[in-house]
Structure formats: C-alpha cells, structure tokens
C-alpha cells in the first residue's frame, strides 16, 4: 500500500473506534480520499480547476477546492493536519483557464515544499502562483513563475530558470531567485531560434549575484540550437 493510501487510510477510520468499519480497498486505482477528490498529481492534463488534495510531507494533506465563476473559477486552499485538524486556509484565488493542476517542488533546496498554484495557461505556458514555507510550516505567497511545467524549472547555481515559449521562433528564459522576501528575477532573456541568438531583457538581479551580462549572453547562445 502507497504511503498516500496508508495516510488515507487513518485519516478517514480517525474518528472511528478502534478503526472499526474501515473496510474499503485503498489500494484500488479508482481510490478517492473521504473528501471525494483525487490526487491532484495523478490527473492527466487538461483537468484544471478540478477538486483535488496533495500528500504534505508525511503528516499534512492540503485540499483544493474550486467555484465556478464567469471568467474561470474560484479557489480556496485547505492545510490539515491528517487527523484532520485544519492548519491553514487560504483564498479565494482567481483562476483563468489553468490546464493543470497545483503540485509541490522543493525549488530552494531548503527541505521543504513550495506549492504551485496554476493561475492560467495559454499556448504552452502556464503562470503560476508560488507560496513557500515558513518556519511554522504555514504558506506564503512568494510571487509568480512562467513555463512549461513545475517539473520543467531547471535549478541552476541557487537560481529557478524557467522557460516559456514565445511564437515560432522565439522562447523566454527567465532566472529567479527565491528567499524569505520571495521570488525576484535575476534576468529575463529573449531567445531568437531563427537568428540563433539571445538578447537581455531584465538584467536588474546580475549585480548582486555578480554576474556578466557578456556572459549570461554568451551561455545561452552556445547552446544547441537544432
């Protein structure tokens, strides 16, 4: 049985003496937990705005819900703790037509999990809403990433380096640096595919990490362009 089913497990036979009556087979592909959700790490794509719950380290479950609304729907976010006691809870949160669903990445290499919050998707790229850790174990919102996917964001020397495409021929390459301020950017780089070259769009973060504008530049145009 999988750590999430076993969690499940006690959480919904909790109030139960003894765990008497908990006879359902958790270990079934169609399992939902008692909140009639799924897993949000288990949808497929283009299940956005979907009722789910995530697995918080081995004692938390964080519950999403979502309102219909006229330009997309509404989002209110639950922290409990598996005996069922809330923690934390947060929204409404605006969201516009995201096609995915929220996830955890530890992206700080702090151990501890920053939850994605989808906000929107268009073309290929999704914009998410980023909410970090404290020293509690409560979320705050951090700011906001661009890309491809959570599992896309490329840790590169302390910094998130996301993708986002552009049009045909154009991609972005932004790289971030999250705190305990939150997320700032570092720089921002237009990437030309057809010309085969890259130009600095936001470069006010390089100072303090005490990078080269030539060389940023240089690094992205070695790349493999085929």
Known sequence: MSLKNR?????????????????????????????????????????????????????HLIFFEYAATARGARLMVNLNTLEGQEV????PIAIEGAMTSPALRDINHDDRDELFIPLMTGNVNTLWSVWQQDD????????????????????????????????AATSYETASRLTADGLGTVYELLIDHAARDCRLLDQSGMAARRLSAATVVAACEARDWE
């Open 7 to 59: 969690m499940m497990l006690a959480l919904g036979c909790s109030a139960l003496l003894g765990g008497a009556g908990c006879t359902q087979d958790f270990d079934q592909a169609d399992f939902v937990h008692d909140e009639g959700q799924p897993w949000c790490d288990e949808l497929e794509a283009g299940n956005g705005s979907t009722d789910c719950a995530l697995l918080l380290g081995e004692d």
């Open 136 to 167: 509690e174990g409560l979320f705050h919102r951090a700011g906001e990433l661009s890309g491809f996917g959570v599992d896309a964001f490329e840790i590169r020397d302390g910094l998130v380096i996301s993708q986002a495409r552009g049009d």
């Open 88 to 91: 934390q809870s947060f929204g």
